[in-house]
């Protein structure tokens, strides 16, 4: 029995309305909550890359397999409507005409020597999901790495050395996803302003010490009692349409407490409040402090699928890709990797709980000197591109 092996890899270099959106929307807040459990909190992931990824596999799955996907990944049944919803959801969010901002996502399909994916597949791999198709000698594995990574570089990909030579050993296709973002605050901070300081627990304890960057300016800010949380907005270039979501849960309430609201409060009723909010308030100074951070997340996604529902697809006897090859395939493992950085220019003291239902009359504080909850997102679709949970303070 011969093995696919999908390899999903993402990364971030952060510097500073469509009905397919919501699908990508909800399964990439199901998705952080799972893969943050394999991670004890501390996690970037970046679901876009992953869902775009998934979807093309979902297309050459067929039985229980295909089901399973499209239950977990909130895909349509038919097929037409998903290649449909894909491109159109794709061309919205990689399109950016934002001064300051670029994003770019890239799929690759390696292919063993004398491995036949049949032609309809193959077809919309390289048509619908624009992938780059290459045949290498998977038995030569040290060779096959290194043109699979010249090509990856050479598409104007930020990254290197993707794929390593074990990748290879028992594999007979690989895919893989590139998305890189960096995005320049609308509003950044200076960097003198920036000084090291504490950083805690939920509880006040002293766990640790960030460099914490500072500004005062006129931003999104909202104050969300039934989800236990401040939320900021922090937008890249001059167009609002890529912005950071920073939520801030109360003093003595958990990430997971608050990450549990999403239930019954989804990220478009943030964003509506949030604009509430202006429209009552106006647009007022923020007193902001947000640590500087890079976070880098190497996680097998297996285990946070299976939560989700997805079995077959990694079984040897049960797995079904008849849409793919003649041959009985399975994926070994879905490997995500991702970084995202949060400097000064962009994305490459605490108060007490009565501060938190404070009214609006002095100039409120968001200072996120505990774990937080952060999106990196594409607003007029309200797609996820990148998400996380900062609890591990160091030093950045």
Not at 343 to 366: H, L, Q
């Amino acid at each position: 029995m011969k093995c696919l092996v999908v390899f999903v890899f993402t990364v971030a270099t952060c510097c500073a309305a469509m009905d397919f959106s919501g699908r990508a929307r909800n399964f990439s807040l199901e998705l952080l909550h799972f893969t943050q459990l394999e991670t004890n909190g501390h996690v970037v992931i970046s679901p876009f890359g992953i869902w775009s990824l998934m979807t093309g596999v979902a297309l050459g799955a067929t039985g229980r397999s295909r089901s399973q996907l499209a239950r977990a990944f909130l895909l349509p049944k038919d097929e037409t409507s998903i290649i449909n919803g894909y491109r159109n959801l794709t061309k919205t969010v990689l399109d950016p005409t934002t001064q300051g901002v670029t994003l770019a996502s890239t799929n690759f399909v390696f292919l063993d020597n004398g491995f036949n994916i049949f032609e309809p597949f193959r077809k919309t791999l390289t048509t619908e999901f624009e992938a780059h198709m290459m045949e290498l000698d998977f038995k030569d594995s040290d060779s096959a790495a290194r043109i699979a990574n010249t090509a990856i570089k050479g598409s104007g990909a930020t990254v290197s050395n993707v794929l390593r030579s074990d990748d290879f050993g028992n594999s007979r296709m690989i895919l893989t996803n590139v998305i890189s973002f960096k995005g320049l605050w609308s509003s950044p901070f200076n960097v003198s302003d920036t000084n090291v300081e504490p950083f805690y627990d939920e509880n006040k304890n002293k766990i640790g010490e960030v460099k914490m960057m500072y500004q005062r300016a006129m931003l999104p800010y909202s104050n969300i009692q039934e989800m236990g949380a401040t939320v900021l907005e922090l937008p890249y270039g001059n167009d609002n349409k890529y912005s950071m979501l920073v939520i801030l849960p109360y003093p003595k309430l958990t990430v997971t407490e608050v990450y549990k609201k999403f239930a019954s409060i989804p990220l478009k009723s943030i964003f509506e409040r949030l604009d509430s909010d202006i429209v009552e308030y106006g647009l007022e100074d923020v007193d902001v402090k947000l640590p500087r951070f890079k976070i880098s997340t190497n996680v097998v996604l297996n285990k946070p699928l299976n939560s989700m529902g997805v079995f077959d697809i990694f079984d040897s006897k049960l797995a079904s890709f008849e849409k793919i090859t003649s041959e009985e395939i399975y994926i070994s493992a879905i490997v995500h990797k991702a970084d995202i950085e949060v400097t000064e220019s962009g994305t490459v003291a605490s108060a007490d709980t009565s501060a938190y239902f404070a009214d609006r009359i002095s100039t409120p504080t968001f200072e996120a000197n505990r774990p937080f909850i952060y999106f990196v997102m594409e607003k007029t679709t309200g797609t996820v591109i990148f998400s996380g949970i900062y609890s591990k303070p160091s030093v950045f």
